[in-house]
């Protein structure tokens, strides 16, 4: 059944005049008077619609039931990612998302390629939050992960977290995987640096502020590859693969 966030309140009975977008995205589909979908507003559960009217700028549904369904992870993540080039950070958000982290910070790192300006990063965020949106329609989430504005690396790092902050670095002696099998599921916040990696200055900083230095196993990954990885690491020691 085709899944579609709405950024409004939804209720059993309520007749919905769907986002522009989304009633194009019906229309590509060819979806017909009559026929089932569901939506989700990001703050929990989902409801089963059935298309009431659909024009061609168009469509409305009427909500017929809702279901209390979860897919989160037992455990919150937080994948704090240095700008990566061109548009890796799309598909890093994107199967971050599918992968189920909570939030998403962006930061800009020493080595950072991509530098944006304040206007270029307001485009970017609303660009990301689309992503988030989509990857969440797709992977069957229903609640919106957190997209956190873009900030300075040191300025971040220097900055109090409730959660556990575990930067992921070849340095550290004792790897993620070894770390999580003798720790319960709780919070966490990945650190990844981009292409160049995080300075030697950039991981001390973080360290010095009570980060974990923790590796990925004997192999460089990737910026791309180094937070997935690592998610599904803890999903698959922790839960929620």
């Known amino acids: 059944m085709p899944r579609f966030y709405i950024a409004q309140a939804l209720a059993i009975g309520q007749l919905v005049s769907l986002p522009e977008a989304v009633a194009h995205h019906i229309?590509?589909?060819?979806?017909?008077q009559g026929e089932l979908v569901t939506l989700f507003n990001g703050e929990g559960g989902e409801?089963?619609?059935?298309?009431?009217?659909?024009?061609?700028?168009?469509?409305?549904?009427?909500i017929k039931t809702h279901l209390p369904r979860e897919v989160e992870l037992p455990f919150g993540v937080t994948?704090?990612?240095?700008?990566?080039?061109?548009?890796?950070?799309?598909?890093?958000?994107e199967k971050a998302i599918e992968l189920g982290v909570s939030g998403v910070?962006?930061?800009?790192?020493?080595?950072c390629v991509v530098r944006l300006s304040a206007e270029r990063a307001e485009k970017k965020m609303a660009h990301w939050q689309g992503i988030i949106a989509s990857?969440?329609?797709q992977s069957g989430r229903n609640r919106l992960a957190q997209l956190a504005p873009l900030q300075d690396y040191k300025q971040?790092?220097?900055?109090q977290?409730?959660?556990?902050?575990?930067i992921l670095?070849?340095?550290?002696?004792?790897?993620?995987?070894?770390?999580?099998?003798?720790?319960?599921p709780q919070a966490v916040t990945l650190v990844i640096g981009p292409e160049g990696g995080l300075s030697d200055a950039e991981e001390n900083l973080a360290i010095q502020h009570g980060a974990l230095p923790l590796a990925m196993g004997p192999r460089i990954l990737r910026t791309e590859t180094a937070g997935l990885s690592a998610v599904a690491v803890l999903s698959g020691l922790w839960g929620g693969m």
């Not at 229309?27 to 017909?32: D, F």
């Not at 409801?47 to 009427?62: D, N, P, Q």
């Not at 971040?156 to 900055?159: A, E, L, V």
């Not at 977290?161 to 575990?166: N, V």
Request: no cysteine; aromatic share 6%.
């Open 27 to 32: 229309q590509v589909l060819r979806l017909a």
């Open 79 to 93: 994948l704090a990612q240095a700008l990566p080039e061109a548009s890796k950070m799309d598909w890093i958000i």
């Open 47 to 62: 409801y089963g619609a059935t298309l009431s009217e659909i024009g061609k700028r168009h469509v409305s549904v009427e």
């Open 161 to 166: 977290d409730m959660h556990r902050r575990i």
């Open 156 to 159: 971040w790092i220097t900055q």
């Open 105 to 111: 910070q962006p930061l800009a790192a020493q080595r």
């Open 169 to 184: 670095t070849p340095r550290a002696e004792q790897s993620l995987a070894d770390w999580a099998r003798h720790q319960s």
């Open 135 to 137: 990857a969440s329609e």
